[in-house]
């Protein structure tokens, strides 16, 4: 049997916390002897003094300021669980699966999660981030509960539109395109690589595109890399490169023409669930909330 028990290093924490025996007792809703008595025995069975009164507040021993620090995971693991525990036995669902396209804006998509989480702690939300042209995309949209996607009819469900991701054509500030003048950067495309994230432009328009030489990442991240070490020139998600637009380091192609272009996602919920339950409501309606365009 364990020397120790989870109670006794709560109040322990809660004491540090408070300063005070008697603030913890009324906290805790215990007796002030309880909690006395339980960090007296606390002490006693490991041998080491962890508190000490420095006036009329309590603080931590080198030591118990050490063991706490190793308890402090496991209380908040515990309350976890039992937040999780108490969830289900409310009829929260204790798992939620979302694929959302690899171009979605992430600083939105985890501000959107954040607050997801802060509502429904005991809820494990498990994201996918896919690129529609991969096989995988396919198996990940069936398990999913809600999906964001380019496509508006899905097989699991029907979607809305959500928001348009701008990209914007953009090349290193050292590359030769940005050496001519302003006039001649349409016509000189094709002497350089085009950088392409898989997917993102049907076939057709790929083939149709003013430069033969093409090169495709299969996301968002690698075809960024590829345009930050001249690799080549590309259309990128506006959102995902603001900090290099910021500083410099990425300029945009003073192009005449599609020099902006435009890619619609739109919100799927999966057909089976209707009317969705409470979570896939709430998260449905942060996306609508945070949405732009």
Not at 33 to 53: C, D, E, F, H, K
Not at 170 to 198: C, G
Not at 217 to 243: C, H, K, N
Request: hydrophobic share 45%.
């Amino acid at each position: 049997m364990h020397k120790t028990t989870l109670e006794q290093w709560s109040l322990l924490e809660s004491v540090v916390e408070l300063g005070s025996f008697a603030r913890t007792a009324e906290a805790m809703y215990r007796s002030q002897s309880s909690v006395s008595y339980n960090l007296a025995q606390l002490q006693a069975r490991l041998g080491v003094t962890l508190l000490t009164i420095e006036g009329r507040k309590a603080a931590l021993t080198p030591a118990g300021r050490l063991l706490l620090d190793q308890a402090k995971p496991l209380l908040a693991a515990f309350h976890a669980l039992e937040t999780r525990a108490a969830g289900l036995h409310n009829g929260v669902r204790g798992s939620l699966d979302l694929v959302v396209d690899t171009v979605f804006p992430r600083e939105r998509l985890f501000a959107i999660l954040r607050k997801f989480q802060q509502r429904y702690p005991a809820t494990q939300v498990r994201l996918t981030e896919v690129l529609e042209s991969d096989p995988q995309a396919v198996t990940a949209s069936q398990e999913a509960d809600v999906l964001v996607l380019t496509r508006r009819e899905e097989r699991v469900g029907r979607g809305e539109w959500l928001m348009n991701v701008d990209f914007v054509a953009v090349a290193h500030r050292d590359h030769p395109l940005h050496q001519l003048a302003s006039a001649k950067v349409d016509d000189a495309l094709s002497r350089y690589p085009q950088i392409r994230i898989a997917g993102r432009e049907s076939e057709q328009a790929a083939r149709e595109s003013r430069t033969p030489e093409q090169w495709t990442f299969s996301t968002a991240d690698a075809a960024i890399e590829a345009v930050m070490y001249q690799v080549g020139y590309g259309w990128l998600p506006e959102a995902r490169i603001a900090a290099q637009l910021a500083a410099g380091t990425l300029k945009r192609l003073p192009l005449v023409h599609g020099a902006r272009r435009a890619t619609p996602l739109h919100l799927i919920v999966k057909e089976a669930m209707s009317p969705p339950d409470e979570q896939v409501a709430t998260l449905l309606a942060l996306f609508k909330t945070n949405r732009e365009g």
